[in-house]
């Protein structure tokens, strides 16, 4: 398991009774979310362990520990943009936006959007995807937080990293429920702050 690092670096010091106090809540919020997740083995095929957030979904107080948990870390930064990844993203993202007075905007999968779109190939394990976004979306300089549910190999981030810049947002970094550190998705984001809550071994 992630903590936001403010805590963690609290909980390390070990200074102030409050701050030990909100670790240990913290904690629990942190445990609930994670027993609510179901590992559903060979899913969609051999060998994968599918990490089923609609479990997390079915219990209110979790989902709502997780949607407060990232409210939480990012109503001070002046994020005016929260991009969700098709299609768990979505499950996420618009409720954080609201919370933060930011605009939702969803990167799709190719042909779901009506009007003109900006595009972004990128490659997976057997193929190709794409992920694409409505031309004017974005305003220059807008700095924007992306959303997606888990972050396997890191590919589907890059890409809509690589969608937001290029269409002139700034990406301040991107937000995950779920992650699968070996995999090392992580290293592939360049660099970029990625904030998880739930680690997956």
Known sequence: ?????????????????MMKKNNKRLETKIEGIASSIRVVPHFPKPGIMFQDITTLLLNPKAFKNTIDLFVERYSSMDIS????????GFIFGPSIALAIGAKFIPLRKPRKLPGEVISERYVLEYGTDCLEMHVGA????????????????????????????????????????IELPELKGRERLNGKPLFVLVESH
Do not use: F, S
């Open 138 to 177: 974005i305003q220059q300089g807008e700095r924007a937080l992306v959303v997606d549910d888990l972050i396997a190999t890191g590919g589907t981030l890059c890409a809509a990293m690589n969608l937001l810049e290029r269409a002139g947002a700034e990406v301040v970094e991107c937000a995950c429920v």
């Open 81 to 88: 943009v929260v991009a969700g990844v098709e299609a768990r």
């Open 1 to 17: 398991m992630t903590y936001p690092q403010e805590e963690v670096d609290g909980k390390e010091r070990g200074e102030k009774p």
